[in-house]
């Protein structure tokens, strides 16, 4: 006798399998017939739009003034030099977000990505071929790698770039392929369960399982909107006797939101501590605050993106009230 269901099966069966060091199957099942590619389509655009990663974003080569220009006694042009220089995937430690990095190399030799690691690098691309260099051949040269998500075309990072340094096309997600399969799996005498496999591959910056844990943590932050509304019917926090769940995040202090440290010092010096007070700022207010220039603005409003807010967001009042208690009681 058929049951008439009062609720979706929640799936309860997750596994791991390790195909390579930079490549696994995420497999998790059974879900209701459509649930697994309800989940698994926004998790892989997750995947690939939001996964954080390195790449140059700017060199600056002795010698040379474009990127149509030659180094004497180098094999490559500029330009292929520059190709050959995006194969390379680096990835900075230490915690850096961003960092200049300056080599210099006689010939005769062929560069390699290995080559260029060093204390503050790790290219973990080590075959990559970059430069032939012949036997009175010089090469010296810097560049910038930074951090962040998707892809910045050449124009957008020339502001941050300093004298003589040749813009680049920066290409960041670490996540080069995610595919996802469903299959069917029998649960008791129904064959119409279904099974979400996701293939997962990276170039070696972020693991597999570590990038689909992050992709997992931004659509939970983006989905966070919504709590906000539901919170408007649901009783008060202080009613319930209990925090409200988002006064976690709200409440963290601003360090969490990894801010370079002028960003960092203007707001600790106006006084500002926690994440949810720039939440309920405007964008006016927030372009008030003492000392803060145009570029630690707009690092600010797009940390609080990456984090699932945006400043000037509307908030619940018993949320808004819950921050304030916080502040105040700091």
């Known amino acids: 006798m058929k049951k008439i269901k009062t609720s979706p099966l929640l799936p309860k069966e997750f596994v791991v399998e390790q195909i390579s060091a930079n490549e696994a199957n995420i497999i998790a099942y059974p879900f209701e017939t459509g649930f697994a590619v309800s989940l698994a389509h926004p998790i892989r655009r997750f995947l690939l739009s939001s996964s954080v990663g390195f790449a140059p974003i700017g060199i600056k080569i002795e010698g040379a003034k474009h990127e149509f220009d030659s180094v004497r006694g180098m094999l490559e042009d500029i330009s292929d030099f520059i190709i050959n220089l995006k194969g390379i995937r680096f990835k900075l430690k230490n915690g850096l977000k961003e960092k200049e990095i300056t080599y210099s190399f006689a010939g005769p030799c062929e560069i390699h990505g290995s080559d260029l690691d060093n204390d503050d690098v790790e290219v973990v691309t080590p075959n990559a071929f970059l430069a032939t260099l012949n036997e009175d051949a010089t090469l010296n040269f810097s560049v910038k790698i930074h951090q962040g998500i998707g892809y910045a075309p050449s124009e957008d990072v020339r502001d941050i770039l300093g004298d003589g340094y040749i813009a680049l096309d920066a290409y960041f997600t670490p996540v080069r392929r995610a595919t996802y399969a469903i299959e069917n799996v029998l649960v008791e005498d129904n064959p119409n369960f279904e099974k979400v496999v996701i293939n997962i591959a990276t170039d ?117 009230s819950a921050i304030k208690k916080k502040i105040e009681a700091e």
């Open 204 to 320: 070696g910056q972020i693991s597999p399982v570590d990038a689909f844990k992050n992709a997992l943590e931004v659509m939970y932050a983006q989905m966070a909107v919504f709590n906000s509304e539901v919170s408007i019917k649901a009783p008060a926090a202080a009613e319930r006797g209990d925090e409200h769940p988002e006064l976690k995040r709200l409440g963290a202090r601003i360090e969490d939101l990894g801010l370079s440290a002028r960003s960092f010092n203007c707001l600790d010096r106006s006084n500002i501590k926690y994440i949810g007070e720039i939440v309920m700022m405007s964008q006016n207010d927030l372009k008030e605050v003492k000392n803060l220039g145009k570029k630690s603005f707009e690092e600010i409003l797009e940390k609080i993106t990456e984090y699932g807010y945006t400043v000037g967001q509307d908030l619940a009042d018993d949320l808004i």
